[in-house]
């Protein structure tokens, strides 16, 4: 069996505790799959994902100085 690094997003959904949130900029697709496969062990555990875009740079000018991340909260 292959250890996980301790940066790695499953690792992280992994140790979330319930109310825990963290965010990345992994696309929506890989952050459901990462969810699914934690879900798998731990049938019981509920999490949401949201798309966030948040601001970058310091203009306001059009869409391109904004970033979109990914946030996941751990419900249950």
Do not use: C, W
Request: aromatic share 8%; no cysteine.
């Amino acid at each position: 069996m292959i250890k996980r690094s301790v940066d790695s997003l499953l690792t992280k959904i992994e140790d979330m505790q319930i109310g825990d949130e963290i965010f990345t900029n992994k696309s929506s697709g890989y952050v459901s799959d990462s969810i699914g496969a934690i879900k798998r062990q731990f049938p019981s555990r509920r999490y949401v994902q949201m798309s966030i875009l948040t601001h970058e740079g310091a203009t306001y000018h059009s869409l391109k100085d904004f970033k979109k991340v990914m946030s996941i909260t751990r419900l249950s």
